[in-house]
């Protein structure tokens, strides 16, 4: 599946020029906007950066046609189709989603850089959408990433600076290489509009990974989250969300609150209960990557760093392996489970990992029921094809799950 591809442009004052002429991309994921950034460049020579979806000819990703509102640096020497656009303000933009704001962007990490003695040679746009905006910038001492997150995500920079010489384990150093808390890319700079510079992680992304690569996961992620709980109040007073407990069903019905859940109203209404049993199963709260799939794994079969801790909460730690064996075969994901329990119940002498791992089973997608609602509820209407399909989705496989 490929994309075609509408690009509105604004100039450098942010005054609507007109439309390219539609072009195909290979890519079918919305969000990804480098090859249309190198399509533009070696078809019309413009260099732009590509602020945000306008609309489609599909309800959801991926494919079909999509149009966006880019920024061109120049005035464009390619004639260009009428195009109609609303550049009203809206409350809940981000800032790279408007004229000026990657430039802005780029300006703070290439200073950031300068300052570390890192002069950038090149400059890619990768993604953007409303859950982050990425960039990739090479330099004389090779790449780093600038990744800027919305409001409800600002704690992932934190989380990776976190120090892991607190709590359980003092001084363990973590497969990256780092002494931070976490098993995560190291963070070069931050600041308080979102903006994180990060250095790059050699590799490739796990997709795909075999059920030996995600036991070897699960076991380092398995160190982090024993550290983790050690210090799970200092990460809630630094800004981490607290999902610990009973916290949680209040959490997801606030969230859920507006749409359509009849459908889990069973699952919803014994979820305090279903939750109080979780607790009785006697495993501690601690640090949850809240989408730890192979994805957001980086590295190759011998070393591994765990990536875009964006999702991260304060809860049980039952959750990752949950999402880190949630598309694999039956048996596979029982032996992984397995595993998890067998060092929970050496950690915790007495506890019930698998009655927990059973009862939390229906909540993990409930919860991301919740998760998207959430997003729905931060970013503005255009934006919503990313996610509107994925409340009822995830509500459906909770349900589903829950009659298992």
Known sequence: MSRTVTLVLLDAAGRPLGALPPFGVPEPWWQEVHSIVDTVRQSHGLEVAVLRLLDADRPAPPGGHVRYLAQAVDAPAVPLEPATV?????????????????????????????????????????????????????????????????PFSRHEPMILAFPGDQGVGVGVDLPGGTNSLVNGPVVLAADREGRM??????????????????????????????????????????????????????????????????AAAGLLGGLDRRLRQVGDCGLPDTLVHGDLHPGNVRGDDGRRTVIDWADSFVGHPAFDILRLTEDVDADAAARLVDAWARRWRADVPGSDPHRAVDLLRPVAPLRLAAVYAMFLAAIEPSEHPYHVHDVPAALARAVAVARL
């Open 86 to 150: 609303d550049l009203a303000p809206h409350p809940l933009r981000q800032p790279w989603a408007d004229a000026g704001g990657p430039a802005r962007s780029v300006a703070w990490a290439t200073g950031e850089l300068s300052r570390l003695g890192r002069r950038v040679t090149a400059v890619a746009q990768q993604r953007t959408w409303n859950l982050s905006a990425v960039w990739r910038l090479d330099t004389t001492q090779g790449p780093a990433w600038l990744k800027q997150l919305p």
């Open 197 to 262: 510079l990060l250095a790059d992680v050699p590799g490739e992304d796990r997709y795909g990974a075999g059920e030996g690569e995600r036991a070897a996961v699960a076991a380092e992620h398995h160190s982090v989250q024993r550290r983790a709980c050690g210090v799970v109040d200092e990460l809630v007073a630094a800004g981490v969300p607290d999902l610990r407990g009973a916290g949680l069903a209040g959490w997801i019905r606030e969230r859920l609150a507006g749409h359509d859940v009849s």
